[in-house]
């Protein structure tokens, strides 16, 4: 008689024989935050504990507050509607001076004339309202996220940001846009544990859809119209405007807001990049 060859007992994985499980993940959440963007993509492939980690709206403020990490990127996506096979996406990185190649995700179905980007984020509009929206934190890894949950303005052309506030919790915001007549500069929160928007106490005070540029520093969003040179500025999650004085240079035609990180020895603040005429 031929002996049966007992099987062998698959050993359970331990996890807790994982090193990174016995580290607080504020602690690996700080040592994350000092790699190179092409070593948080890599890191994020790895398994589901660190992409979970690496993509969370905490993680990418930590990230972005990190003075080695200020260096700003330049994406590029091209989306071919016809043949989606053809839709590629790169990253500029300035500190190589080389362009990136990164995985491009399809986004969720969406309206495609309203796909856009503000404040360092892929957006896009959903619904025959326009009143859903989708989006990405994070262009490097393009993690889409649909909120069901519509939105109480029908809009066009929104801005949408990510504030933050004292004890760094990210507030999904989106700004402006409105279709309805009164309504082109209605506020709205997503409450992340009611799953549902809510409107700001105050409209924004300045009016404005294709003209604006916006702004998420310092747990602050500034927005700017880029011909009148009016700013106004929303403290944290609250909802109240207050309006920036700003001198208008000379000459000036329109001008877009920017971030400085003073890197290189000089100070950091909020500036603006301004077309003159000749």
């Known amino acids: 008689r031929r ?10 994985k331990n996890m807790s024989s994982n090193p990174l499980h016995f580290l607080p993940e504020p602690v690996l959440e700080k040592a994350l935050s000092y790699l190179p963007l092409p ?20 993680f990418i ?5 990190t003075p080695t990490n200020r260096s700003p990127w330049f994406f590029l996506f091209g989306i071919n509607h016809l043949i989606p096979s053809k839709n590629q996406s790169f990253a500029f990185d300035p500190i190589s001076f080389s362009w990136i190649r990164i995985p491009f995700v399809t986004p969720p179905r969406h309206n495609h004339s309203s796909l856009g980007s503000s404040n360092g984020m892929l957006f896009a509009l959903a619904g025959a309202n326009q009143d859903r929206l989708c989006f990405a934190a994070m262009p490097l890894k393009q993690d889409w996220e649909v909120i069901e949950s519509p939105m109480e303005v029908s809009r066009k052309e929104p801005i949408v940001g990510i504030i933050t506030d004292a004890a760094n919790v990210g507030t999904l915001v989106v700004v402006g846009g409105g279709e309805e007549a009164g309504e082109e500069t209605e506020v709205e929160f ?9 409107r700001g106490s105050e409209a924004m005070p300045i009016r404005g859809a294709s003209s604006l540029s916006s702004l998420v520093y310092g747990g602050r969003m500034y ?3 880029r011909y009148s040179g009016k700013i106004c500025r929303m403290d944290g999650a609250g909802g109240l405007w207050t309006l920036v004085e700003a001198e208008r240079p000379a000459g000036a035609k329109w001008w877009n807001l920017v971030a400085i990180d003073g890197n290189g020895g000089g100070s950091s603040g909020l500036g603006a990049v301004v077309v003159c005429a000749k």
């Open 39 to 58: 070593s948080i993509l890599s890191t994020s492939s790895t398994c589901k504990f660190l992409n979970s980690l690496v993509s969370s709206i905490e």
């Open 223 to 225: 927005v700017a119209d």
């Open 61 to 65: 403020h930590l990230y972005s507050l």
């Open 190 to 198: 997503y409450d992340e544990i009611g799953k549902r928007w809510r």
């Open 3 to 12: 002996k049966k060859k007992k099987k062998k007992k698959k050993k359970k």
